[in-house]
């Protein structure tokens, strides 16, 4: 049998997935986005913020526990979750222990989150907000 994207027991991967070779940032669970990676301007905003010795930590914090996992934000791709990774950045001001606060504060209301970073009243500004670097 000939596997087609009509055939749900086809073995060919999906779009999203990690087999799929325009998919290998975002995997689909149960009908939702589950980050795996970030993107290129959150890898450059961590490389001015943190020194190496810190990066790895940062990354894994941003992929684990500032994704997909925060309410409502279940659908959202690695592009549309920068703006929440650009706010707990941003509020870190590259110190670990303000990047957990900044966390925290995303996973009880990721609304006060983008308040506090000044992200809230226009949903592209983070795009625009770059730290100085080390």
């Not at 994207?5 to 997935?17: D, I, K, L």
């Not at 290998?24 to 961590?46: A, D, F, K």
């Not at 934000?73 to 670990?96: H, I, M, N």
Request: charged share 30%; net charge positive.
């Amino acid at each position: 049998m000939l596997a087609t994207a009509e055939n749900p027991y086809s073995r060919r991967p999906r779009v999203g997935s990690p087999g799929h070779p325009n998919g290998t940032n975002t995997v689909q669970r149960n009908g939702t986005l589950t980050s795996s990676s970030l993107g290129p301007e959150t890898e450059r905003r961590i490389r001015l913020l943190f020194p190496p010795s810190e990066r790895d930590v940062v990354r894994k914090a941003l992929s684990e526990q500032c994704g997909n996992n925060l309410p409502l934000l279940d659908k959202l791709d690695d592009v549309q979750l920068e703006r929440f990774r650009f706010a707990v950045l941003k509020l870190s001001e590259g110190r670990l222990d303000k990047l957990a606060q900044a966390i925290a504060l995303a996973k009880a209301d990721w609304r006060d989150l983008l308040v506090a970073a000044d992200f809230a009243d226009d949903p592209r500004i983070h795009l625009g907000w770059l730290p100085k670097g080390r």
